[in-house]
């Protein structure tokens, strides 16, 4: 992961956006932040792709996992954006400290 440069967003409304009909929200990565997604929720997992600058997360579930510092904090929580992709919640801003999403099964 790399931090370039880190700002917070503006208002709430230009960090979390809800998909009409669907009920999933998109988050923001940190801005200046390429972020790994991994296999699992933690470092050891394999990094099966980078995401990049300015990108947004639908977090369909969250699962504990390597606690990790980022620019929003040191946190254990995993966002599974994907099947089998997570990131380091620590690097999304959700506006809060705990789960926003339901627990992964």
């Known amino acids: 992961?790399?931090?370039?440069?880190?700002?917070?967003?503006?208002?709430t409304e230009d960090a979390v956006t809800?998909?009409?009909?669907?009920?999933v929200?998109?988050?923001?990565?940190?801005?200046g932040v390429r972020l790994n997604v991994r296999s699992g929720?933690?470092?050891?997992?394999?990094i099966v792709r980078v995401l990049p600058e300015g990108s947004r997360v639908a977090i369909y579930c969250q699962r504990p996992g390597t606690r990790v510092t980022g620019p929003y904090g040191t946190s254990a929580i995993w966002d599974n954006i994907s099947n089998g992709q997570y990131?380091?919640?620590a690097y999304v801003y959700t506006g809060s400290d705990g789960y926003v999403a339901s627990r992964c099964a």
């Open 1 to 11: 992961m790399s931090v370039d440069r880190v700002e917070e967003p503006t208002t």
């Open 18 to 23: 809800t998909t009409a009909g669907a009920g």
């Open 25 to 31: 929200r998109y988050y923001n990565v940190a801005p």
């Open 41 to 46: 929720p933690g470092t050891s997992y394999s």
């Open 87 to 89: 990131v380091a919640d």
